[in-house]
């Protein structure tokens, strides 16, 4: 049974940090390319970072400079670093595994919530 697992959210005030894990099991963490999305109340779910199965990365243009994404085979763990925090990016954080050369094969996480006050 495959699961992902997100921990790492919380209340913090702007400005501040956050670090979110994803731990997955069930799947062959290594040939997964990993992402993080997150959805604010009223809005579409959006794309926040990725990191494929070789370690290439992508932001989306909002975090770019503030997020990092890393990973940790030996972990089965994917993280997402989140300093400089806005009000904006508010939202519940959604960790999703998508299989190398076969983007069908998608699990998703069950979700954190982030909260950030002004």
């Known amino acids: 049974q495959v699961q992902l697992v997100e921990s790492g959210g919380g209340l913090v005030q702007s400005g501040g940090s956050l670090r979110l894990s994803c731990a997955a099991s069930?799947?062959?963490?290594?040939?997964?390319?990993m992402k993080w999305y997150r959805q604010a109340p009223g809005k579409q779910r959006e794309l926040v970072a990725s990191?494929?199965?070789?370690?290439?990365?992508n932001y989306a243009d909002s975090v770019k400079g503030r997020f990092t994404i890393s990973r940790d085979n030996a972990r089965n763990t994917v993280y997402l670093q989140m300093n400089g925090l806005k009000a904006e990016d508010t939202a519940v954080y959604y960790c999703?595994?998508?299989?190398?050369?076969?983007?069908?094969?998608?699990?998703w996480g069950q979700g954190t919530q982030v909260t950030v006050s002004s």
């Open positions: 999703n595994a998508v299989k190398r050369f076969s983007s069908r094969t998608s699990y």
């Open positions: 069930g799947i062959t963490f290594s040939i997964y390319g």
């Open positions: 990191i494929s199965s070789g370690d290439l990365t």
